[in-house]
Nanobody
Framework: VQLQASGGGLVQAGGSLTLSCTTS????????MNWYRQPPGKQRELVAS???????NYVDSVKGRFTISRDNSKSTVYLQMNSLKPEDTAVYYC????????????WGQGTLVTVSS
């Protein structure tokens, strides 16, 4: 199983970015897919999740600004980020878990998002 995150970059506050997580070796429709982020000097936190049924959840700080989605035909998960703030600056990681008890999981490498004020 491989997950590869891309789409990070430098953006001004108020701008938008879309992150992509391309996968192989897994059917993302049968997995819970997540985006995490780790700001400089801070712990990694869960930002957004999408379940096998398509339900989505977000950390309070990004609700209304970020949208997680997936395209099963492309084996890709997206994170649309709007109205970006400097505090959104972080390395963003995609993660997937699957199995009857979600006992299997895999991480992608991070992609850096830098939001300038």
């Amino acid at each position: 199983v491989q997950l590869q995150a891309s789409g990070g970059g430098l953006v001004q506050a108020g701008g938008s970015l879309t992150l992509s997580c391309t996968t192989s070796g897994i059917h993302i429709g049968f997995a819970w897919m997540n985006w995490y982020r780790q700001p400089p000097g801070k712990q990694r936190e869960l930002v957004a999740s999408i379940t096998t049924g398509g339900s989505t959840n977000y950390v309070d700080s990004v609700k209304g600004r970020f949208t997680i989605s997936r395209d099963n035909s492309k084996s890709t998960v997206y994170l649309q980020m709007n109205s970006l703030k400097p505090e959104d600056t972080a390395v963003y990681y995609c993660h997937g878990s699957w199995g009857p008890r979600h006992q299997y999981d895999s991480w992608g490498q991070g992609t850096l998002v830098t939001v300038s004020s």
